[in-house]
């Protein structure tokens, strides 16, 4: 007897029981750390995953962050995780990659060619004269027409509500059903540990299984960061040389070309400057020589909305620079008026930028830190690295692949930078400290992570002080709103219930009083229910993580 069995195979089995012992039922934790060694292990063993310097350059961040989650378990370093996880296999399956968001989408390829690397193995596996390819020849006729009709399913579910009744209702009979069928032959079996089970085979597959194609692994073989003087061919025009044709004419394919395309440009940058540096003297008068800040102004409407149109504006201005300085417009020897006039450009657009953490360090400085203000900072910092790398690509002629390619991998950098922070305990340490100064969002500080929930508990007095604080304002306001009701009024009714007991309607004093006592009650029960939950929250050695266990263990010893 002849037996073929690809090694992968017990493999996969072993890595979807890993798996389910690792997460099933389980919070994130520990666990991520123990999957990470357990995926490292087999993909630097695999002698189908050659070792190259790259594939241990994403292997260390990736290791960094899944051991700083043991400690703090934060929903920005899990993100990160998995994130650093799939440029890690990306990288480690396509060797030829450069960019680390090229690798992120490779990996998300090879994460969900699970299922088709399993059907690979099986369709060469042999056991004796037991051949699984008949068996599985069929699949291929129903596995693509499944998923297509699940993926519009849940989008049709999802814009009408009438629809989502109907595939709820159909969907809960088919999983009815076949729950029955599986509790009658495996009694002690769960259906969906079972599917868990797959679901780790099929990640374990995506992991160890690559995809044989050379035009993945070649995408970017040929691209380069030095920009190159080329002869344009007329007979096969890039975008770029059609949108110039359409903007010079007949001059494209003629001497006068970049003649042309320099004029255009001295124009474009010309103006876009002017208008520019008007935006940025008002902000100039309004922002940075004003000495009086009114705290009462509404800061969330001036940075929010603003710092929307400064990422779309300057994502307009790079793709501007972009087309500019995409060809041989480097190489004309009269373009130093169109290069210093981008040059002042981009400086103009740092100013911007810098005007948004101007107003962003302000709206924290009088309403305290939120996850939407570091935001706001993250976002302009990018900007300000993006804004320099086309200086550099247009000073020192790179290409547009070298924007690509340098960015993404800052911001792969500075993602994983970003998760060591415990950003809920600054948060939360920072506004509590600058309480004398800033209005203290309370609803903010109670959403955050279970880790800070001692620290709730130990300001429960103060944090209840801005509660009655924020429903003061509230009740002022109510009763503004009401006497303008009132102004307006151009009668009364009376309206005399003989024989009926009604309690006399409370005065203005009365009502604010009880409003008061309804808000204390009700932040006192939600963080009683909040502390409750995190004591009760049942969990094993495979979810640990430190501050969750230093903060279950502070609580502890009140309760």
């Not at 002690?188 to 797959?198: A, E, G, R």
């Not at 509404?298 to 603003?306: I, K, P, R, T, V």
């Not at 209005?439 to 103060?462: A, F, Q």
Request: charged share 20%; hydrophobic share 50%; net charge positive.
């Amino acid at each position: 007897m002849t037996q073929k069995i690809d090694y992968r195979l017990p493999l996969l089995l072993i890595g979807g029981l890993i798996f389910e012992l690792l997460f099933w039922d389980e919070f994130l934790g520990l666990n991520l750390l123990l999957y990470s060694l357990f995926i490292i292990a087999i993909t630097f063993t695999d002698s189908d995953i050659p070792f190259h310097k790259n594939k241990l350059y994403t292997a260390l961040p990736h290791l960094a962050i899944a051991t700083y989650i043991t400690y703090d378990n934060s929903m920005l370093a899990i993100i990160t995780w998995f994130i650093t996880l799939l440029i890690y296999l990306g990288t480690a399956h396509f060797v030829m990659l450069k960019s680390s968001i090229t690798a992120l989408v490779w990996g998300v390829l090879q994460i969900i060619s699970g299922p088709y690397g399993i059907i690979t193995k099986l369709k060469g596996t042999k056991l004796g004269k037991f051949n699984f390819k008949p068996i599985l020849k069929p699949v291929k006729y129903i596995v693509l027409p499944l998923l297509m009709v699940i993926i519009f399913c849940s989008l049709y579910s999802v814009a009408n509500p009438i629809f989502d009744k109907y595939i709820r209702l159909v969907t809960d009979h088919i999983s009815h059903f076949f729950n029955t069928i599986f509790n009658f032959f495996f009694i002690d079996i769960s259906l969906p540990k079972c599917l868990f089970l797959l679901l780790g085979i099929s990640i374990t597959a995506g992991i160890t299984v690559g995809i044989k194609s050379k035009l993945l692994d070649d995408v970017e073989i040929g691209e380069d960061d030095q920009l190159t003087r080329k002869r344009r061919d007329i007979k096969k025009p890039s975008l770029f040389q059609d949108f110039r044709m359409l903007l010079s004419g007949n001059q494209t394919g003629k001497k006068l070309a970049l003649k042309t395309e320099n004029v255009i440009g001295i124009i474009s940058f010309t103006a876009l400057n002017l208008l520019l540096l008007f935006l940025n003297a008002i902000d100039t008068a309004t922002l940075w020589f004003n000495n009086a800040v009114d705290a009462s102004k509404n800061f969330s409407a001036e940075l929010h909305d603003g710092t929307n149109t400064l990422i779309f504006s300057i994502v307009i201005a790079m793709l501007i620079i972009v087309y500019f300085f995409s060809g041989n417009l480097n190489f004309y020897r009269k373009n130093k008026w169109i290069k210093l006039l981008a040059y002042i450009w981009i400086a103009q657009n740092i100013f911007l930028v810098l005007s948004v953490f101007h107003r962003d360090y302000d709206y924290i400085f009088y309403h305290g830190l939120t996850y939407k203000r570091i935001g706001v900072a993250v976002f302009a910092t990018l900007s300000l690295i993006g804004l320099a790398t086309v200086y550099i690509k247009v000073a020192k002629q790179k290409t547009v692949f070298f924007l690509y390619r340098i960015n993404s991998k800052i911001w792969y950098t500075l993602l994983v930078v970003l998760s060591f922070v415990n950003w809920d305990a600054l948060i939360m340490n920072y506004n509590l400290s600058n309480s004398n100064r800033i209005s203290v969002d309370v609803d903010h500080l109670m959403g955050l992570s279970d880790k800070i929930t001692p620290i709730l508990e130990k300001n429960r007095g103060l944090l209840l002080k801005y509660v009655i604080t924020q429903e003061e304002k509230e009740q002022a306001g109510n009763d503004e709103i009401k006497a303008a009701v009132d102004s307006t009024a151009t009668g009364t009714v009376e309206v005399t219930l003989e024989g009926t007991n009604i309690a006399p309607p409370l005065s203005k004093t009365e009502r604010k009083a009880l409003a008061i006592k309804n808000a204390k009650d009700g932040f006192n029960q939600r963080l009683d229910n909040k502390i409750n939950w995190f004591l009760e929250k049942k969990t094993s050695w495979l979810s640990f993580s430190y501050l969750e266990w230093e903060a279950l263990k502070t609580l502890k010893k009140t309760y």
